[in-house]
């Protein structure tokens, strides 16, 4: 069975700051504890409705990032695709669509340049259970 999930590659954080954050590696690495808390806690409200949506998966899966950048900038896909797949993955176990995140139950995580979207830059992610 192959589920999809669209992750927005901004977030807005009005608590502290009216700004954006972009879901990188570089950005992340420079954050203090409680601001990347807040923007983990901040992705999964904004992805939880359809988290919700998908069927529980009970074997292993492979999972696909795929990338639509806002630019024609050129940029890593591990870079922001580590981010990404770190929140993710952990919405999907929190809410209950993957057992775990670990080698046991995702067994393959692929980054894919998608193209570039300047309305609407974001993550298409497809998840595929494997026997």
Known sequence: MIQNLIVPL????????????????????????????QLKKLFKISVTSQIRALVPCTKPVEITFVIYYPSNRAFDLDNIGSVVCKFTNDALVELGVLIDDNYNFVKKVTYV????????????VKIEEIE
Do not use: A, C, H, M
Request: overall charge positive; charged content about 25%; aromatic content about 16%.
């Open 10 to 37: 901004r977030l807005e954080v009005g608590v502290i700051k009216k700004r954006t954050y972009y879901l990188n590696l570089n950005g992340f690495r420079n954050w203090n504890f409680q601001l990347s808390n």
């Open 113 to 124: 340049f998608g193209g570039v979207d300047k309305l609407n830059p974001r993550v298409d």
